[in-house]
T-cell receptor
Framework: KAGVTQTPRYLIKTRGQQVTLSCSPI?????VSWYQQTPGQGLQFLFE???????NKGNFPGRFSGRQFSNSRSEMNVSTLELGDSALYLC??????????????FGPGTRLTVL | GQQLNQSPQSMFIQEGEDVSMNCTSS?????WLWYKQDPGEGPVLLIA?????ELTSNGRLTAQFGITRKDSFLNISASIPSDVGIYFC??????????????????FGKGITLSVRP
């Protein structure tokens, strides 16, 4: 079974631009969560989507948004990029949202560099 | 945001040695997970724990879900060079909303970088 895939793997943008990252979950998984990883803050939860609905949201500004499609694929968008948005963005998929024995599996991440 | 406490930041051990890592929190979690991350890759799940007191093994790895639900430990026995990497603990809350059903998010520790000397 194929794992979580994320595209692109690497991205370089300049301040003020916007960016869209894509995540395809493991086949059959319906929940997708997004995390930001930086050396200073570690792994921080951005948001979770299940059945095309945002189920949970972390403490990030409104410039960070996401969506999920009917095939469970998800995208996240960051508008008006700032230097501090440079990070590894990780997507994780799980079968359902909040199932007692449900487990999240991570993709390889998208490395975003903002210049 | 809230994070789990993992220390020290780095550990250096000799190949063949055992190593233990601890993870603590001021909050209760329903699930504890241990992940390993190699440079340039996403975290890979090592062990998942779902019940307080649960002790689970995966090869040379053993992890336990603390009785208080506020801590967990991971033990690696007979370390080998490929054990090098960053080890993260993660705790999961499950909250239930009247209209939205169950949802969950993972809270991570800052990770411990393990180095293994041959």
């Amino acid at each position: 079974k194929a794992g979580v895939t994320q595209t692109p793997r690497y991205l370089i943008k300049t301040r003020g631009q916007q960016v869209t990252l894509s995540c395809s979950p493991i086949s059959g998984h319906r929940s997708v969560s997004w995390y930001q990883q930086t050396p200073g803050q570690g792994l921080q939860f951005l948001f979770e989507y299940f059945s095309e609905t945002q189920r949970n949201k972390g403490n990030f500004p409104g410039r960070f948004s996401g969506r999920q499609f009917s095939n469970s694929r998800s995208e996240m968008n960051v508008s008006t990029l700032e230097l501090g948005d440079s990070a590894l963005y990780l997507c994780a998929s799980s079968l359902v949202s909040g199932g007692l024995t449900d487990t999240q599996y991570f993709g390889p991440g998208t490395r975003l560099t903002v210049l | 945001g809230q994070q789990l406490n993992q220390s020290p930041q780095s550990m250096f051990i000799q190949e063949g040695e055992d190593v233990s890592m601890n993870c603590t929190s001021s909050s209760i979690f329903n699930t504890w997970l241990w992940y390993k991350q190699d440079p340039g890759e996403g975290p890979v799940l090592l062990i998942a724990l779902y019940k307080a007191g649960e002790l689970t093994s995966n090869g040379r790895l053993t992890a336990q879900f603390g009785i208080t639900r506020k801590d967990s430990f991971l033990n690696i026995s007979a370390s080998i060079p490929s054990d090098v990497g960053i080890y993260f603990c993660a705790g999961r809350h499950c909250t239930f909303g009247v209209y939205t059903g169950a949802n969950s998010k993972l809270t991570f520790g800052k990770g411990i970088t393990l180095s293994v000397r041959p």
